[in-house]
T-cell receptor, first 113, second 112 residues
Framework: NAGVTQTPKFQVLKTGQSMTLQCAQD?????MSWYRQDPGMGLRLIHY???????DQGEVPNGYNVSRSTTEDFPLRLLSAAPSQTSVYFC????????????FGSGTQLSVL | DQQVKQNSPSLSVQEGRISILNCDYT??????FLWYKKYPAEGPTFLIS?????DKNEDGRFTVFLNKSAKHLSLHIVPSQPGDSAVYFC???????????FGKGMKLTVNP
């Protein structure tokens, strides 16, 4: 049982480059989200989706785009990477409804030089 | 403005003793609280939760206490084991909201 799968695990970018962080889940969860973890800042919500075709902004959405064309996939796009986007990125999913129990992927460590 | 606060960045305890991890929140509309555990190079994993209609929830060695009047919750681990060494995140949500708000995390070290 794969759960939430994130690729790549590590990535180094130059300022201004673009890339897409991939996230896929096989639990048929309607809700998916992206968080970033920075030292001393905890986990901060970037974007989330409550179903295919529906996305919304979280706490720190600037510089990131998302789309949700299928239930399984929720990619995060950096259009023009900046050093401030150096972070560890986590994708998470959960059942809809009252349960807030999130299932996290293992993370993508991104460095922007 | 941080809505969920974990004011102690780290805690060190001896194996077999109790670990008490604290969390404070400022938003009185929060009604569901969770603790996550995170090992290095892994994603956070769910540990235990509590809704605002309860003041205590127990799961094996882990107990979460909620004091709504003080806007405070705590996680007790008894007895602590070396495998409990990890970063612990407190999180909260408001009913119907899809946004889970996390604290900064606290690193627990359990010494053999």
């Amino acid at each position: 049982n794969a759960g939430v799968t994130q690729t790549p695990k590590f990535q180094v970018l130059k300022t201004g480059q673009s890339m897409t962080l991939q996230c896929a889940q096989d639990m048929n969860h309607e809700y998916m989200s992206w968080y970033r973890q920075d030292p001393g800042m905890g986990l901060r919500l970037i974007h989330y989706s409550v179903g295919a075709g529906i996305t919304d902004q979280g706490e720190v959405p600037n510089g990131y785009n998302v789309s949700r064309s299928t239930t399984e996939d929720f990619p995060l796009r950096l259009l023009s990477a900046a050093p401030s986007q150096t972070s560890v990125y986590f994708c998470a999913s959960k059942d809809q409804g009252w349960s807030e129990k999130l299932f996290f992927g293992s993370g993508t460590q991104l460095s922007v030089l | 403005d941080q809505q969920v606060k974990q004011n102690s960045p780290s805690l060190s305890v001896q194996e077999g003793r109790i670990s008490i991890l604290n969390c404070d929140y400022t938003n009185s509309m929060f009604d569901y609280f969770l603790w996550y555990k995170k090992y290095p190079a892994e994603g956070p994993t769910f540990l235990i939760s509590i809704s605002s209609i309860k003041d205590k929830n127990e799961d094996g060695r882990f107990t979460v206490f909620l004091n709504k009047s003080a806007k405070h919750l705590s996680l007790h681990i008894v007895p602590s084991q070396p495998g409990d060494s990890a970063v612990y995140f407190c999180a909260a949500s408001q009913g119907g909201s899809e946004k889970l708000v996390f604290g900064k995390g606290m690193k627990l070290t359990v010494n053999p």
